[in-house]
């Protein structure tokens, strides 16, 4: 199995949490592979501006998810193990990236984020990411 650590964001503008669908018609969270080099943070704030084009700063951590997936393109299987951090946007504006293989995306107040998110543990990251920021 390859194992692989990466960084993500979950990214607030008022009452709205930034979610992306992807090219499975996923809703996700913006998310990617820390480089031999890069540290966590600068990861996490790189894919939300790659991936989702919205400028955000970290206001703490999240928590940690893990998650398997057999690689077609590896032929084996993966884990990704993710950390989150809080992040805050400088607006509402975002432009999700085709070219990062994403087809929407946009802040959405809370109770239609927890709607629309595919993954019962980013469910949870959010949930509970949005209690601490409420406190920040």
């Not at 960084?7 to 503008?13: E, H, K, L, P, S």
């Not at 590896?74 to 085709?98: G, H, L, Y």
Request: charged share 25%.
């Amino acid at each position: 199995m390859l194992f692989r650590t990466c960084a993500g964001g979950v990214v607030f503008y008022g009452e709205s949490v930034l979610l992306l669908q992807n090219e499975k018609n996923e809703w996700v969270l913006p998310k990617g592979l820390i480089r031999p080099g890069l540290m966590a943070q600068e990861v996490a704030v790189a894919r939300v501006r790659a991936e989702a084009g919205v400028t955000a700063a970290i206001l703490g951590v999240a928590g940690q998810t893990s998650y398997e997936f057999y690689s077609v393109t590896r032929q084996k299987p993966v884990c990704n193990e993710v950390t989150w951090f809080i992040m805050r946007a400088d607006s509402a504006d975002s432009a999700p990236s085709k070219a990062e293989g994403f087809r929407d995306g946009d802040f959405f107040k809370m109770d239609e984020a927890l709607r629309r998110v595919t993954y019962s543990q980013d469910r949870a990251l959010i949930s509970s990411a949005f209690e601490r920021y409420k406190k920040l």
